[in-house]
């Protein structure tokens, strides 16, 4: 994202700082999948073994 904003015109510190929004915008969305999928990964197994 950053070096795509800083072709387009952008100047350094606000090309900088959309890169950095959507570098964390992408780690927050890795993350809340991943905790998602163990949450449902739990509920699955509990529920296959549950009498």
């Known amino acids: ?5 800083l072709a387009g015109g952008r100047k350094l510190q606000d090309s900088a700082r959309f890169a950095m929004g959507a570098g964390i915008g992408e ?3 890795i ?3 991943f905790i998602l999928g163990i949450i449902i990964w739990l509920i699955v197994a509990v529920a ?3 009498p």
Request: hydrophobic share 55%; aromatic share 28%.
């Open 48 to 50: 296959a073994f549950w």
């Open 1 to 5: 994202a950053w070096g795509l904003e």
């Open 31 to 33: 993350t809340s999948k």
């Open 27 to 29: 780690f927050l969305g």
